[in-house]
Every structure is written in C-alpha cells, then in structure tokens.
C-alpha cells in the first residue's frame, strides 16, 4: 500500500499545520482533555483492536526508540556546545575555524531538535499506556473509593501525555516540510487523544458507571 493510500488528511479547525494534518493549538495543553464534556459513555480502555499492524509495531519499539532519539539529542546538542565555544574535537586537533563551527554548529542544532522531536513523541506514548494500565486498573476495581487512586493516576499521566505530545507537535512543525514532521506530530497527536480517552474511562469508573 502506497503513502498517498494510507495516509488521509484532516484540515479541519485552527492549529498547527504539519505534515498535511491540522493539530491543535498552543492553548491545548492548558485544558485538560479528559475534562471536555461528551456523550454517551467513554470508550472502553482496552487496547484498540482497530489498529493496524503498522501501529501495533510502533508501540513494540517505543522504548527503544526513546532511549535512541534520547541520546542522538544529547549528542548532537553537546557538539552544539563544541561549536559555540570553540572547543577541539579530540585532543589531538586544533581549535576549528569559525565556518567549520558555524556549518557544523547549525547541523547538529537541526539533529537534535529533530530528535527531541521524536524523544517527546515517544515519551508522549509512554505515558498513554500508563494511562490506559490505570484506567484498567480502575474499571476493574470493586467499588468506587478503591478505583479513584488509579483514576487519578491515569488522569494525571493523560496531562503528562498531553504536554510531551504538544513539544513534540510544536518541535514537528519545524519539519512540516517533510514526512518526518508528519509521522512525529501524528504520533504524538494520536497518543494524546487515546490518553484522553483512557483518562475519561477512569473517571467513568468512579462514578460507578462501566466504560
């Protein structure tokens, strides 16, 4: 299946534009989203069976994948600081000139805000199935009292999902050009919504009423 075949556009609302989506807006992360009022009763808390293979293998690597970008971002960001002050690659070179501080300065400024980018996507997802191991824990808990610490775990780590998955999409949108700002801000935007989603079950399940 081809990119122009998976990949659908949703343009809808004001936001931040990346990779052909729109993603929500700064003022996001100052609303919990578990705290929007719907219909009905929430989503059930287990694990989406709707999703693809693709997105089955995304989750496989996401520790993997988040000590990675982790690193390439403290690399690259400690040969920043190489190139700001002048410092000598190794201690057998000499001070490097200005263009070759300025050239590589800018690159590994660009890698590392790329893998912060990705670090906080994943770090997004994370926290999404912490809080869906809490909403589990909390619908399946007998009696309201015992299921509200695990609820209120799982909103918090909804909130916690919520703001990597906004430095992640701020950090994509500086990629929008290219599917790597795409895949990172839709990443971190689905792990958003699914956090919501457990976050909402939890609460459900204080109140005594099955997700």
Not at 29 to 53: C, H, M
Not at 173 to 189: D, I, K, N, P
């Amino acid at each position: 299946m081809s990119d122009a075949e998976h990949r659908e556009q949703h343009n809808h609302g004001s936001g931040t534009f990346v990779g052909g989506d729109v993603h929500g807006g700064l003022w996001q992360v100052f609303l919990p989203p578990y705290g929007k009022k719907t219909s009905g009763n929430p989503a059930p808390t287990k694990r989406r069976p709707e999703q693809d293979d693709d997105e089955e293998d995304d989750y496989e690597d996401r520790l993997e994948s988040l000590f990675g970008s982790a690193w390439i971002a403290a690399s690259a960001g400690l040969a920043v600081v190489y190139a700001v002050m002048g410092w000598p690659w190794t201690d057998h070179e000499p001070t490097p000139g200005i263009a070759a501080r300025i050239g590589v300065g800018l690159a590994a400024f660009y890698v590392c805000l790329a893998a912060a980018a990705a670090f906080f996507a994943r770090l997004a997802q994370v926290f999404e199935l912490w809080s869906e191991q809490c909403a589990i824990t909390a619908a399946q808990s007998r009696g309201r009292f015992v299921a509200r610490p695990p609820a209120s775990m799982s909103r918090a780590t909804a909130a916690s999902t919520a703001a990597a998955a906004l430095a992640a999409e701020l950090l994509a949108s500086l990629f929008g050009w290219s599917s790597f700002g795409g895949e990172v801000a839709q990443r971190a935007h689905l792990a958003r919504l699914n956090a919501a989603t457990n976050a909402k079950s939890a609460c459900a399940a204080t109140k005594g009423r099955k997700a």
